[in-house]
């Protein structure tokens, strides 16, 4: 599934990286905890999180992911748009619980990594 697809779905707010949208994902993974998101190796990897700082971004650029997905409202910040620029990592904004995004990208046909 394409990115603006499912950003679409969700009703999400796209905060950087909208030439980035027609990126594919395959894969997600829901966790606040970026030493567990680090043993994830999958590729077309989307993160549901709502640790919404710098060390997000950085794990999602070590581990090669196609954009983050921050819930409960969260709102990222200029470092973390900067540093999503620079590795072209898309970052959305979701207003719902985890519980929820992650049900209704389930339903959408993404994959859980385990």
Do not use: H, W
Not at 43 to 71: C, H, P, W, Y
Not at 91 to 105: A, C, D, K, N, Q
């Amino acid at each position: 599934m394409k990115l603006k697809e499912l950003v679409e779905y969700i009703g999400g707010s796209v905060v950087c990286c909208e030439e980035c949208l027609d990126r594919e994902v395959e894969f997600a993974f829901a966790s606040d905890l970026m030493s567990d998101v680090l043993t994830v190796k999958s590729e077309k990897l989307l993160l549901i999180t709502g640790l919404a700082n710098i060390q997000a971004v950085r794990t999602a650029e070590m581990s090669d992911l196609q954009a983050i997905v921050f819930v409960r409202n969260k709102r990222v910040s200029e470092d973390m748009i900067r540093l999503a620029q620079e590795n072209c990592i898309v970052l959305i904004e979701y207003p719902g619980t985890m519980f929820r995004v992650s049900g209704l990208l389930y339903s959408l046909g993404v994959k859980a990594v385990y």
